[in-house]
Every structure is written in structure tokens, then in C-alpha cells.
């Protein structure tokens, strides 16, 4: 009690000023914390929790940057989509994109950069060396036909079409052209189940409706459908 008593005696106008000025600083950083979480929450999609077109952009062309022909851009469209919102309702279509989100996020890991274009597409950009490309790729695709299940107990049978890109597989480290390449190699491979990585044709192909025109002949990793 002595020892207590003795503590509290310390405690004088000092330590009431240094206390006072602490409390506005604890408020400017929470206001802080709040506006650093605001400002990361505009960054990224609300359904899927990936990063939007913007931010996504600024963090892939950082990636490439780093890592050069280490780095792989990843495209992924989901297959089928408009059926699954058709046939069992949006709230459906929107779990399959949380999930596909989800396992993008898994398969990606923290240091790439995951991004949702739009609709039903996707993106990635990571560090993946070439020994491990064929290995990695072929889990995606796995994951990416892995059912879903509804809140509601309901089944979802899902599926993706996948391509990729590198820096010395297209002739280029520029976004712009890795995105086209990985698009036109998906194309390719459109509901085979496997994923297709890009050669410098795929950089070059003609566009139809604004998406690329894939060509036959491509090397394909995955599963078949």
C-alpha cells in the first residue's frame, strides 16, 4: 500500500502537462489512422477487396520495374459468368468474384499486385523466376475451378480462363504490352481449363471488339476442363 501511495505521490504538475498535450496528439493520430484507411479503402475494390485499375497500374509498373524478367503479369477472366448470374441470382455472381478475389489473393502472396479491371476480369503482377512458372501457374487454375459454396448452402461450379506474360516472352517490360500479350493468350486457351503463357505474337495479334485474337500453337499449363 505504502509502495502504491509513494508511486502516485509522484505524479505532479509535469507529468498533468505532459498528459494533457498527450491527449490531442493521440487524437491527431487516430485521425490519422483513419484518413491512411480511408485513403487505402478508395484504392481498392469493396466486393473483392483487390486493388482498382489505378492502383493496381501504379503498383504492377513498381513490380516490373524491380524484379524485370523475374516478374509474370497474370490475366484471368472467369468463365460462364453471366450464366451463373442468370441462373442463381447476382448475389451469386458477386460471392464468385469475392471468391475468385480470395484466391487470387492466396495464390499471389503480399508482395504482388492484384487488381480488379472490371467486370469479371483480373490481373496480377508478381515475381515468379521461369522454373517455377509452369509449377504455379497450373495451381492457379486449379484453385480458380475449385467450387464455390453459398452462404445458402448452394454449389457454384466455377471456372477461369488464364494467360500470362513475361518481359522476355513478349519482347517487353511495358504494362501496357504484357497486358495485351497475357489477353491474347487467354484467349487462346478460352474454356480449354489451362493456362496459356504469351509469345511475342500474342504482343502483336490484331483486336476484336478491343479484346485480342488469340492464335493456336501456344503453350498451354493447367488442367483440361
Known amino acids: 500500500m505504502d509502495s502504491v501511495l509513494h508511486t502516485t505521490g509522484r505524479f505532479g504538475p509535469r507529468t498533468l502537462l505532459i498528459t494533457a498535450a498527450a491527449v490531442p496528439l493521440t487524437g491527431w493520430v487516430v485521425n490519422v489512422t483513419v484518413l491512411l484507411k480511408q485513403l487505402a479503402d478508395k484504392d481498392k475494390d469493396p466486393l473483392t477487396g483487390l486493388l482498382r485499375r489505378d492502383a493496381y497500374t501504379a503498383r504492377a509498373r513498381r513490380l516490373l520495374a524491380r524484379h524485370g524478367d523475374d516478374a509474370v503479369l497474370v490475366m484471368v477472366d472467369a468463365d460462364h459468368f453471366k450464366q451463373i448470374n442468370d441462373s442463381m441470382g447476382h448475389p451469386a455472381g458477386d460471392a464468385v468474384l469475392a471468391a475468385f478475389g480470395a484466391r487470387l489473393t492466396a495464390w499471389a502472396g503480399p508482395r504482388a499486385s492484384v487488381g480488379r479491371l472490371g467486370g469479371d476480369e483480373f490481373a496480377v503482377v508478381l515475381e515468379l523466376k521461369a522454373g517455377r512458372r509452369a509449377q504455379r501457374l497450373e495451381q492457379l487454375v486449379r484453385m480458380l475451378h475449385t467450387p464455390v459454396t453459398l452462404d445458402d448452402g448452394r454449389t457454384v461450379n466455377i471456372a477461369a480462363s488464364v494467360g500470362a506474360a513475361a518481359p522476355a516472352s513478349v519482347g517487353s517490360d511495358d504494362l501496357s504490352v504484357l497486358q495485351r500479350a497475357a489477353d491474347a493468350a487467354l484467349y487462346d486457351g478460352k474454356h480449354s481449363g489451362r493456362a496459356v503463357f504469351a509469345t511475342r505474337q500474342h ?21 483440361a476442363a
Open 203 to 223: 504482343a502483336t495479334m490484331p483486336s476484336i471488339n478491343g479484346r485480342r485474337a488469340g492464335r493456336p500453337g501456344t503453350a498451354v499449363w493447367g488442367r
